[in-house]
C-alpha cells in the first residue's frame, strides 16, 4: 500500500487516504478523516465534540478515484443534546486548501 500525495479533500475538510492491490487483484483504499465541531458550550461537561471516520474499501473493479469517491461524497448526520452535529453541508468553494474545497484524484 502507498499513502496518496494526492490532495484531496470533501466538504468537512482534508483527509488522508493510501491505496494498494490485494493478492487478488483488488483496489483497496483506506481513508481517514477527523471531524470536530467547533468550540460550543454543548453541555456543562462538554465543550466540544469529534467524529473520528476511518474507512476501508476493496473492488476489482473500481479505481482509485471510484473509490476515493466514497470518502468525497461523505455526509454526516448525528444529532447532540444541542441539534445536529451538522445541520447541512456548508456551501463547496472554489479556492484549493480552503475548507469545502473538494479535490479528487484524476481519474484513471
Known amino acids: 500500500m502507498r499513502i496518496s500525495n494526492i490532495y484531496l479533500q470533501n466538504r468537512y475538510g482534508p483527509f488522508g487516504y493510501i491505496v494498494g492491490k490485494t493478492a487478488q487483484g483488488?483496489?483497496?483504499?483506506?481513508?481517514?478523516?477527523?471531524?470536530?465541531?467547533?468550540?460550543?458550550?454543548?453541555?456543562?461537561?462538554?465543550?466540544?465534540?469529534?467524529?473520528?471516520?476511518?474507512?476501508?474499501?476493496c473492488d476489482s473493479v473500481a479505481s482509485e478515484a471510484a473509490l476515493a469517491a466514497t470518502m468525497m461524497n461523505l455526509s454526516v448526520d448525528v444529532a447532540l443534546s444541542s441539534g445536529?452535529?451538522?445541520?447541512?453541508p456548508r456551501e463547496l468553494s472554489a479556492d484549493v486548501g480552503a475548507v469545502n474545497a473538494p479535490t479528487a484524484p484524476r481519474k484513471s
Do not use: G, H
Request: with cysteine.
Open 26 to 57: 483488488e483496489t483497496c483504499v483506506y481513508a481517514w478523516q477527523r471531524l470536530a465541531t467547533p468550540d460550543t458550550k454543548i453541555s456543562l461537561i462538554n465543550s466540544r465534540n469529534a467524529l473520528s471516520i476511518r474507512l476501508r474499501l
Open 84 to 88: 445536529s452535529w451538522t445541520p447541512e
